[in-house]
Structures are given as C-alpha cells and as structure tokens.
C-alpha cells in the first residue's frame, strides 16, 4: 500500500478513529492488525518471512535472557542472525552473487550455467532485518530487555507507519511506547498532520515530477551528453532526498497520530559542510545503526589511524550493498567512505577555521553528494561512468552548453509547453525546499508559522494543499527506497 495512494488515504482515517475509540488496553491490537493489513497489501505470501524473521528474534532473545552460559547466548544470537541475514541474502543477494561469479568465471574461460531465482524483493525486508538484528544484539548486550508479549513485539517489528522504508527504530525508543498506554493530544495530532502534508509535498510535488526528466535521461544515457545529463542528476540529487525523507516525514506525521514518536531521519543534509557531517544528517537512523552494529565491532576509531580508515571504508562499502544488489550500490558506498578518509587526513593536516569557508564547505560537499548520487542512480557501472564523463561536455561555452541541451531534450520529446511549465514549477518548489530546510537548522518552521496572523498562515497552509493535490494528478510514483 503506497502512502500516495487512494486505499491509505481511506486506510488511515479507519485506523485513527478506531485507534481512539477503543479502550487504551486493546490499541496495541489494532497496530498489529493494522500493521499486517498493510503489509499484506502488497503481497500475501511474504507474510510469512515476517513472522519468521519475527518469531527467531522474539525466541532466541528470551533464551539468551534466561540463560547466564555465555556459550549459550552466543549460540541463540548467532542463530537469530544466521536466520535473519539468510532470508534477506537468499530474496535479496543470491541472485547477484551468482551473476558475479558467473561472470568471473567467465573471465577465466570456465563455464558456469546461469542459476538465478528471479524472485521478487518482499517489501521492507532490508529495513525489518536489521530492527530484528539491533534487538536481538542489544538483548544480547543487555542493553534491553526480552519482549514478553509477542503480540506486542510483532507489532514492534510490523509497525506500519515505518515498516517498509523506515526509519529504522531501535528497541528501547519504539517498543516501551507500543507497549504503554497512550492518551490523544490535539497539538501533537495536528504537528503530526503537518508532518504528513510537507511529507507529501516533497514526494508528489518534487520527486515525482522530476522523475520524469531523471528517467528519460537515466535510461538511455548515452543518447545525451552535457546539460541534460547534469540537469538530470541535480534533480536526481533532490529527487531522492525529497521522495525519501518524504516517506519518513509522512511516517512520523502518521506515528504522531498514534502518540507514538518516531526519530527524525533527516536533518537539512544539503546544508553539511562536510561528508562526515552529511550523514550525520542522512538517514540518520541507517548510519547510526551501521556506527552502532558495524563500525564500533569493527574497532571504531579505537585501534589506530590505519585500521579507522580500513574501518570506515568496509562500512560504507557494507552500507551500500545494503542498499541493493548490484556494484553500482558497493561503489557509491566506496566513494563515500574513501570520501570521509581523504576529508579526514585533509583536515589533519590541513586545520582551517570552517566556519569562514562554510559555505564554500557546504558547496563542495553538496557537488561531491551529488555527483557520488550518479553511481546510485545508473543502471551500471558503465553507465555511470558515461555520465561522470560528459555531464560538463561544452561547458566552457555556456550558451552553446545551454542550447545543445535543448536540441537534445526536444529530441527526446522532452520541451512541450506543458513539461517546461511543470518542471519550473518543480524548481520552484525546489527552492521552497531549500529554504524550509535553511530555516529548519535554527528553529522549527512549523513555529515560526505559528507566530503568524492566522489569516496568512492558513493562507499558507491551503497553498501547500493546493500544490498537492496539483502535483499529485501528473503521476504516482513508488517509493524508491520500497525496492530496498
């Protein structure tokens, strides 16, 4: 069930009403029947890796919690994990890994015959995965404590505001609150309506407008050189922080509803003055998890300047295969990590007051994201290495730049009034966008809105309703992180 969809525009009004109308003790029910409603919307059969997935954690955490033999508990967690990563590697993985060695093989002159599954990717398994894993290692730990109820656990793990794309929750801020009480408050019900409208006006009025134009380009490359191809992936750049942080802001609004709360994801990252600061402020509940369960284990910054730069490269590799099967995702995780080691040793040895270069700080990083994003979007290594190449072919004359472009796009069927008209608007958007975001780092938008005369603020309010329900008629889009 897509979030921009008719049947959750119906969906969620149901379950906020009955949520509240019943006694607080029987709530969490609902979420969990909710929560399955919604995910077996998109497919019936993979239920069952959920509650697999579900039901090895909720098992073996007891276990290690009831048992003191360190053995033991090793025993039950690297159970829980083997399950849990072999159902992700066998829907997610096998297929790509069978590719690549066949193709090395090839290399070599040995046949292999093609054994592929072809198996379609369930929903959410990457993001549900790791919720299960970052319980049972913190039981594990002793950080929290076993669930008792498994009804209250599955629904923890299934919770459907932010199953299937995130954020990825940990034990000790969502399960306490699925498990507790929760009383309706009339401030936080419409801060989580608000949430829910800007969630929609980056998704529907940015990412999949300029969809259009990234996948015309992104599809066939090499029948463009120059301003198309670094028109297309400048709005990629913003296609994918609004399309994603869009689900996330539509699934905290959605909690909000609930009394539940959510971590933020997202932080202004296109404001970072630096890629270490980037992804401090990018899916921030994914790289916390990869510092927390990865990078830390490895060593973290604790045994030498060598292995912290070994460190930081395998989780940032590891971070990008997550991301998807294919090396196009290894690469782009590569180019971040060798990114944060070479901005490292570069501050090392180079110590400079960053805020006198800030924005020139914020520049640079906002172009190295941007253009690390074309491994992220190409389709192979090849491809985006066709782009990396020509995105600034005849840039030197800007006017000449320009108009090539253009020939290029009417090629394409690109430069219809109506396709002008819409990807102005988007950049306009776009620059809202950027100034929400600017404002954001200092104070709350939405109370800075509320300091306003009620006459202009709801004025405000219509108008961003407005540009949804336009946007919305041009196309509906999934979630790309869904095929995560």
């Known amino acids: 069930m897509l979030f921009n969809s008719n049947a959750f525009y119906v969906f969620l009004p149901i379950v906020f009403a009955v949520y509240w109308i019943i006694p607080a003790r029987y709530r969490w029910g609902i979420l969990f029947l909710s929560s399955y409603y919604f ?6 059969k993979y239920v069952t890796l959920i509650l697999t997935t579900t039901l090895v954690s909720y098992g073996t955490a007891l276990l290690m919690e009831r048992t003191e033999d360190r053995k033991k508990k090793k025993l039950c967690m690297a159970t829980a994990l083997l399950i849990s990563l072999g159902i992700l590697f066998f829907f997610k993985y096998f297929d790509f890994l069978s590719e690549s060695l066949r193709d090395v093989l090839k290399r070599f002159a040995i046949p292999m015959h093609r054994t592929t599954l072809d198996l379609m990717l369930p929903v959410g398994i990457s993001f549900y995965t790791f919720q299960t894993l970052s319980y049972v290692i913190d039981v594990y730990r002793g950080e929290v ?29 969502l399960l306490p609150q699925i498990e507790g009480e929760h009383t309706f408050h009339a401030e936080k019900g419409i801060h989580g309506a608000k949430m829910i ?6 998704k529907v009025a940015i990412a999949d407008t300029v969809a259009v134009y990234v996948d015309t380009v992104y599809k066939v490359p090499h029948h463009f050189t120059g301003f198309p191809l ?14 994603f942080s869009g689900y996330s802001d539509i699934a905290v609004g959605t909690a909000e509803l609930l009394d539940i709360d959510l971590m933020t994801n997202f932080r202004s990252p296109y404001f970072a003055s630096s890629i270490r600061e980037f992804w401090s402020r990018w899916h921030i509940s994914l790289s916390t998890w990869f510092r927390d369960y990865v990078y830390i284990p490895l060593g973290g910054n604790r045994k030498g300047l060598w292995r912290t730069r070994w460190n930081l490269l395998v989780t940032f590799l590891v971070s990008g295969l997550w991301h998807g099967a294919n090396w ?11 990114g944060q080691i070479l901005e490292r040793e570069w501050n090392r040895i180079f110590p400079a007051d960053r805020k006198k270069k800030k924005w020139l700080s914020v520049g640079l990083t906002f172009a190295f994201v941007s253009l690390a994003w074309v491994f992220f ?18 840039i030197t004359n800007p006017a000449a730049y320009l108009a090539e472009g253009r020939r290029q796009f009417q090629m394409a069927g690109m430069v219809q009034a109506s396709g002008m008209k819409t990807l102005l608007t988007s950049c306009l ?15 709350s938008v ?30 509906e889009y999934e979630f790309v992180y869904f095929q995560f």
């Not at 196009?328 to 060798?338: C, K």
């Not at 979007?377 to 005849?394: C, E, N, Q, T, W």
């Not at 958007?429 to 104070?443: F, G, M, R």
């Open 197 to 202: 409208a800007w969630g929609f006006f980056k």
């Open 429 to 443: 958007c776009i620059l809202v966008l950027l100034a929400h975001d600017y404002l954001e780092q200092t104070k």
């Open 328 to 338: 196009t995702y290894v690469l782009w995780g590569g180019v971040h990590g060798l």
């Open 39 to 44: 995910y077996m919307s998109w497919n019936v």
């Open 230 to 243: 670094l028109l297309a992936t400048l709005l990629f750049t913003f296609q994918i922080y609004c399309d």
């Open 377 to 394: 979007r190409a389709d192979d290594i090849k491809d985006a290495g066709y782009v990396l190449a020509h995105l600034f072919d005849g």
């Open 446 to 475: 939405w109370e800075r809105l509320g300091r306003l005369k009620k006459p202009l603020r709801y004025a405000l309010y219509f108008l961003l309703l407005f540009v949804i329900l336009y946007s919305r008629q041009l196309g």
């Open 145 to 173: 404590r076993a669930c008792r109820h498994l009804g209250k656990y599955a629904t923890f793990i299934a919770f459907f505001p932010q199953l299937v794309a995130g954020p990825i929750e940990r034990t000790r801020n």
